[in-house]
């Protein structure tokens, strides 16, 4: 099925220990960005990318990296996990011009 | 800065009624409006998309409307069910600077059987 895919489904780490979520969509989006989503707080940016090679940061960057090698995937890295990153994670694509997001189905990171 | 608020947050109305979910954002520049559904631990599903340039959205037993002047759009669900009782999240995409949506909230909706 097209869409968006996202791996891990759930996910534990300890603080200071890294990770890379996954995700890859088969829609040839040349949109993708990722979304934290906290209670009381709705979703929120954190990277985006307009096509391969081309990242940029959104609303709240900070302890996290991305690349686009292909226009396929991007993935998150977590570079040393704060409890303050526990969060359910969400990657999107569209077209240009933000023509109809498709979300993935999400992770669920809890940091300890 | 874009900022979107859902009115109202949450929301429980018996099963039949039509009603109304509203959604306003303060930056009218917008290029497009989507309204997306939320279950319990699960991700995004989208519902309805209004391009800047449209008036209103429908599909099957919903209705979304947008007046980008004033900077308001509304989801309108008709005949609802149990089955609608999730989240609804409104989001804009204003291009330029961090290029993503701009969420809402959400309302929580509960549709009493």
């Known amino acids: 099925n097209a869409g968006v895919t996202q791996t891990p489904k759930f996910q534990v780490l300890k603080t200071g220990q890294s990770m890379t979520l996954q995700c890859a969509q088969d829609?040839?989006?040349?949109?993708m960005s990722w979304y934290r989503q906290d209670p009381g707080m709705g979703l929120r940016l954190i990277h985006y990318?307009?096509?391969?090679?081309?990242?940029d940061q959104g609303e709240v960057p900070n302890g996290y990296n991305v690349s686009r090698s292909t226009t396929e995937d991007f993935p998150l890295r977590l570079l040393s996990a704060a409890p303050s990153q526990t969060s359910v994670y969400f990657c999107?694509?569209?077209?240009?011009?933000?023509?109809?997001?498709?979300f993935g189905s999400g992770t669920r990171l809890t940091v300890v | 800065k874009q900022e979107v608020t859902q009115i109202p947050a949450a929301l429980s109305v018996p099963e039949g009624e039509n009603l109304v979910l509203n959604c306003s954002f303060t930056d009218s520049a917008i290029y497009n409006l989507q309204w997306f559904r939320q279950d319990p631990g699960k991700g995004l599903t989208s519902l309805l998309l209004i391009q800047s340039s449209q008036r209103e959205q429908t599909s099957g037993r919903l209705n979304a409307s947008l007046d980008k002047s004033s900077g308001r759009s509304t989801l309108y669900i008709a005949a609802s069910q149990p089955g609608d009782s999730a989240t609804y999240l409104c989001a804009v995409y204003s291009g330029g600077g961090a290029d993503g949506l701009t969420f809402g909230k959400g309302t929580h909706l509960i549709i009493q059987p």
């Open positions: 990318s307009v096509g391969a090679g081309i990242t």
């Open positions: 999107a694509s569209s077209y240009p011009t933000g023509n109809g997001y498709t």
């Open positions: 829609m040839n989006h040349e949109y």
